[in-house]
């Protein structure tokens, strides 16, 4: 046999091989975190899947997203499916029979018109939990504050309520995400100094001033704030500017009664992208050129009642998107 011939045989072999391997951890990789389960474990996971009406996903939809401790054989992450479950989740479900749980995602299941359990709070060796897209009304229970080892908390998108959820002693969190809910009052001074938060997203709530920023900022790791579409007035602005960690800033749709100055923003160097639509904006502050550098990428001004083009955008050397949306109408009327 030639060289040639004994080349493509071993590369024909190669291919097969890894093929085959290719296909047997594709086939597997659902299987291997319910290996480890003991099989009372596996009971109790089922039994919270016939709580509710699960005529949204099938038996292997559902339990591909379920791990197992391997020496435990205990459920450690339960991760729903989409549309996957619809009903009312009681207190008494057989889900916090899952003290071993660090990863607990929910999301866009149908839990529409269930309060949050106060149980919740026993799952308490959780590290990320998704909440979603539930349908989940009333206020966050005071027990949310026993789950310390949280590093992501997401309970945007509910029908939530009350003042600001007891979380600010949570000193793993890294991400907080409470957008698109109904919730009110002022925003605690200590939230955006917690030690590990790096995002926050109150987005579409009905929070007020006064927000209670700290003097310092020195201790906050803030990269991502997002405050649009709330009932601020113009006294969070000023205390923001301090925080010059922030890399992505959204302040739309604010209730502001004058107008905004954005060469208050001039301190936040870390600054990549600046949403201030649906404000008015000051307009000293975007006719006059300036030689402060920003970093900008990203600034969005649309609905602002502006009708000429800022000047002030020669100071952004970096920005590559901008929207003008009533220059643009101006120009093309």
């Not at 990320?128 to 789950?147: A, D, E, H, K, T």
Request: charged share 15%; net charge neutral.
């Amino acid at each position: 046999m030639s060289s040639t011939h004994l080349l493509l045989s071993f590369l024909s072999v190669l291919l097969l091989c890894r093929v085959s391997v290719s296909i047997i951890f594709t086939l597997e990789d659902p299987v291997v975190g319910l290996v480890a389960c003991r099989p009372n474990h596996i009971q109790s996971v089922t039994q919270f899947k016939n709580e509710f009406d699960s005529t949204g996903c099938n038996q292997t939809d559902f339990f591909n997203g379920v791990r197992c401790d391997n020496t435990t054989g205990e459920v450690t992450k339960l991760q729903l499916p989409s549309g996957c479950l619809s009903g009312t989740l009681k207190p008494n479900s057989s889900l916090f029979k899952f003290h071993q749980l660090r990863y607990l995602d929910l999301s866009k299941n149908n839990f529409a018109s269930s309060s949050l359990p106060s149980e919740f709070g026993n799952l308490n060796k959780l590290e990320i939990l998704g909440l979603s897209s539930n349908g989940f009304i009333g206020q966050v229970p005071s027990s949310f504050s026993n789950l310390s080892m949280l590093t992501l908390l997401y309970l945007d998108k509910n029908e939530l309520t009350g003042s600001f959820p007891l979380v600010w002693n949570l000193a793993n969190l890294s991400i907080l995400d409470l957008s698109s809910n109904n919730f009110s009052g002022a925003i605690p001074s200590s939230l955006l100094t917690m030690p590990s938060l790096s995002y926050l997203n109150l987005r579409g709530n009905h929070f007020t001033d006064p927000l209670k920023l700290p003097n310092s900022s020195a201790s906050s790791r803030l990269e991502t704030l997002f405050l649009g579409n709330n009932r601020f007035e113009g006294k969070i602005l000023k205390p923001i500017s301090k925080f010059t960690t922030l890399k992505y800033l959204d302040l739309s749709f604010l209730n502001i009664s004058y107008p905004i100055d954005l060469r208050l923003f001039f301190t936040l160097k870390s600054l990549l992208r600046l949403d201030l639509s649906g404000n008015s904006i000051m307009a000293t502050s975007i006719s006059s050129y300036s030689n402060i550098t920003m970093n900008l990428d990203v600034l969005l001004l649309s609905r602002c009642g502006l009708s000429e083009f800022p000047n002030i955008l020669r100071t952004f050397k970096k920005l590559e998107h901008i929207a003008l949306q009533e220059i643009w109408a101006f120009l093309t009327h």
